[in-house]
């Protein structure tokens, strides 16, 4: 039995029950009245996740591949473990393109082999895409391979020994300080820049931004109330500094008091992630900044940089940050350590002196009447 026809057989009760009991109907109605925000949520979470569910279904319908009927119970049981929308989305395209890849070998999913998964997994590489594309997409694909094993259709040995690429351990990209205050000098719409001080300041991810509503913020106390976070639904509080709390209190006098969420288009009731890109990407443009490569992402690990450079514990910073691992956490550690620096140039200075083997240091001026003596013969 699918979401939507649990759904569809409450909402017929609901019905009948109302019919036959108006009066009992209009007290439970009554009784509920106080709560009927936190149900109309819940129901329109509810809504959009069955909405999600049954897009995916119906895409995997019209492929036709065989194992098709395995990826919807896979679908299912995720749908039961209550896993974000996004989540169902990210766990399906892998698992389809897996599927096709099969029907041109033509290997059933009952019998697929480690040899089967290695060459898909090269296939991809093939294709061009980065290394942590291809390792997300082999995280979902052993995902869905052992819930085949716990269902005794898929042997255990197929993934018995871990399975993945060599993914760059890269360092976090900060802005250099010079270029946000470039950035920041050619903003001068009221919503956008309470969007990247907002973001500058807290280190929310832009989708966290863009699911906060204006009962989330509250500032007086000079915060915004992270109810589920975006990656591990974890709640948590992100504080805000001075700049960024005058910024959001000119939009909310701006704003439509009518919306619920905190930033909104006049098409949607919350900005869509698109249109926040490419807001980004169109300041850039504008503040010479276009090569530089920066993403809405940057503006959080400058934010994590900077709190670091002013000596903030790493122990802080992750809660701030909402990380579960602190060594996601420490990666910034190796952008900004300044005691790491002032050592390197503290012993680079006795070197250059010749306070270690003797002097060595190079001599540009030698080699600038070098250069000219050469140019004279």
């Known amino acids: 039995m699918t979401l939507e026809t649990v759904l569809t057989e409450r909402q017929d009760f609901i019905k009948k029950f109302s019919s036959v009991c108006?009066?009992?109907?209009?007290?439970?109605?009554?009784?509920?009245?106080?709560?009927?925000?936190?149900?109309?949520?819940?129901?329109?979470?509810?809504?959009?996740?069955?909405?999600?569910?049954?897009?995916?279904?119906?895409?995997?319908?019209?492929?036709?591949?065989?194992?098709?009927?395995?990826v919807?119970?896979?679908?299912?049981?995720?749908?039961?473990?209550?896993?974000?929308?996004?989540?169902?989305?990210?766990?399906?395209?892998p698992t389809l393109f897996f599927l096709m890849f099969l029907q041109t070998a033509k290997v059933r999913l009952e019998e697929i082999t480690?040899?089967?998964?290695?060459a898909f997994i090269e296939q991809e590489q093939d294709r061009g895409l980065k290394p942590m594309s291809v390792q997300c997409k082999i995280k979902s694909l052993c995902a869905f391979i052992g819930f085949l094993i716990e269902r005794e259709i898929v042997h255990p040995v197929v993934i018995k020994k871990?399975?993945?690429?060599?993914?760059?351990?890269?360092?976090?990209?900060?802005?250099?300080?010079?270029?946000?205050?470039?950035?920041?000098?050619?903003?001068?719409?009221?919503r956008n820049r309470a969007m990247i001080l907002v973001l500058l300041r807290t280190g929310m991810r832009i989708g966290e931004l863009l699911a906060t509503k204006v009962i989330d913020i509250d500032l007086k106390g000079k915060k915004i109330m992270i109810f589920e976070a975006q990656k591990n639904r974890v709640g948590r509080v992100v504080y805000l500094s001075d700049d960024a709390r005058k910024a959001l209190k000119v939009w909310l006098k701006k704003r439509d008091p009518q919306r619920e969420f905190l930033f909104y288009s006049r098409a949607r009731d919350s900005?869509?992630?698109?249109?926040?890109?490419?807001?980004?990407?169109?300041y850039l443009d504008k503040a010479h900044l276009s090569h530089r490569d920066y993403t809405l992402h940057c503006l959080r690990h400058t934010f994590a940089s900077e709190l670091l450079n002013a000596g903030m514990r790493l122990e802080c910073l992750q809660q701030l940050l909402g990380h579960e691992n602190i060594e996601m956490t420490r990666r910034y550690a190796r952008l900004t350590d300044n005691t790491r620096r002032e050592e390197y140039f503290n012993a680079m200075s006795k070197i250059e002196k010749g306070e270690i083997h003797g002097h060595y240091q190079f001599d540009f001026k030698l080699q600038e009447i070098s250069e000219e003596t050469e140019l004279l013969y």
């Open 114 to 118: 480690r040899n089967n998964l290695g």
């Open 162 to 190: 871990r399975l993945g690429v060599k993914v760059p351990d890269s360092l976090p990209r900060a802005m250099d300080p010079d270029n946000v205050k470039a950035f920041l000098s050619v903003i001068k719409d009221i």
């Open 72 to 93: 919807k119970q896979y679908l299912l049981h995720l749908n039961r473990l209550n896993r974000r929308p996004n989540t169902l989305k990210t766990h399906f395209t």
């Open 271 to 282: 900005l869509c992630y698109e249109t926040a890109r490419t807001m980004f990407k169109n």
């Open 22 to 70: 108006p009066a009992e109907s209009k007290k439970q109605s009554c009784l509920t009245d106080s709560k009927l925000t936190k149900v109309d949520v819940s129901h329109r979470k509810s809504s959009n996740q069955s909405n999600i569910l049954n897009h995916l279904l119906n895409r995997l319908s019209e492929h036709k591949l065989p194992g098709s009927e395995h």
